[in-house]
């Protein structure tokens, strides 16, 4: 007779296996009714599909290629990514900037990427427990994924996500990535606003950001700008307004403005709200806002062109791979010599 630990985790067990099998079948789904759900609004269902989205095994391509089919469409929405240095308060801002746009009238999709681990793929996962009001209201969705080992702190899927959100209706969709750094800019690639927030006080007035993030970055917000960090604050927006001033002109042709926020007071916050708007109508006018959503398509194309190319050949080890590897972990061979002749392999399925 089994003891009660046993059955305990003889159930665990069943339960992670239904699990499992539900996910390979797509939750009971098939495309046209996930996608036709996710048009009405069913947030379960818009989970769902970017749960979909997020494979990465060859056998769920052509179900994700059909969900995509039948969720596009003309975007109206307003895409605007976060990005900045740990302890700026990325989250903590959101939140409020979301709330205040719900009372406007938008609906609110967070798309919030966590660190992960690289050794276990765990994420921390914790950005719906710290915005905790804004994923409780009806009229907003917030969505933490893993960033894995994606470069740019970013899932994978991010882009396909942003088109499911839109797809059930979400008019505001926010983007927070991991951190900041050289890799940090794919956002950029998948956002109309890319925002770089940083903090007063934290060391050097221009705090080690990579030059090409900054170059990049539509908007500089110095946020936590209250009480005894105003002064450091201003120092710092003083400092990196002066940094601005000598790069070069974005390509949008707009100069990239300073900010100081505060998510506690709400200082700032209006400010903040009105400026991206005044870029949005501007870039409409001069056509760049049509220009930048068309670049980021074909810039898709090839980001999923190299990372379907990859997750093919590392689902498909045929004993090449296999020698290959051993080469490389006994010195025999290079990395990029073992690469290169697994590329030109005539065969690359097992």
């Not at 025999?332 to 065969?347: E, H």
């Amino acid at each position: 007779m089994s003891s009660p630990a046993s059955r305990d985790h003889q159930a665990k067990e069943r339960a992670r296996a239904a699990a499992k099998s539900l996910i390979k079948e797509g939750g009971g789904w098939d495309a046209v009714r996930l996608a036709t759900a996710v048009k009405q609004g069913q947030r379960d269902a818009l989970a769902q599909a970017i749960t979909w989205v997020e494979s990465t095994l060859p056998e769920h391509q052509q179900r994700i290629e059909a969900l995509l089919n039948e969720t596009s469409g003309e975007s109206k929405s307003l895409r605007i990514g976060f990005t900045g240095i740990p302890g700026a308060g990325k989250s903590t801002l959101i939140e409020r900037f979301g709330l205040e746009a719900l009372k406007r009238g938008h609906k609110v999709a967070v798309l919030a990427i966590d660190p992960s681990s690289q050794r276990t793929k765990g994420s921390l996962l914790g950005d719906k427990t710290r915005m905790l009001d804004l994923s409780k209201h009806p009229d907003a969705f917030v969505r933490p994924s893993a960033a894995s080992s994606t470069l740019g702190g970013v899932a994978r899927s991010t882009s396909e996500a942003i088109q499911l959100c839109e797809a059930a209706g979400y008019d505001l969709i926010l983007v927070e990535t991991v951190g900041v750094g050289q890799s940090e800019v794919a956002v950029r690639s998948m956002v109309d606003v890319f925002v770089l927030m940083l903090i007063g006080g934290a060391g050097d007035d221009v705090q080690g950001i990579k030059r090409g993030v900054v170059e990049m970055a539509d908007l500089v917000v110095v946020h936590k700008a209250e009480s005894n960090n105003l002064k450091g604050c201003r120092s710092t927006a003083n400092a990196y307004r002066q940094a601005l001033h000598v790069l070069p002109t974005p390509p949008s042709g707009t100069s990239t403005e300073v900010l100081l926020v505060s998510s506690m007071t709400g200082e700032g916050h209006p400010d903040l709200w009105e400026h991206i708007l005044r870029l949005q109508g501007t870039w409409k006018t001069s056509g760049w806002w049509k220009a930048q959503r068309t670049t980021q398509q074909t810039e898709a194309m090839h980001r999923h062109a190299r990372q379907l190319l990859i997750e093919s050949h590392m689902h498909h080890k045929s004993e090449l791979w296999q020698a290959l590897e051993d080469e490389v972990r006994t010195g025999g061979a290079s990395p990029f010599a073992s690469a290169r002749r697994w590329i030109q392999s005539p065969s690359r399925e097992g």
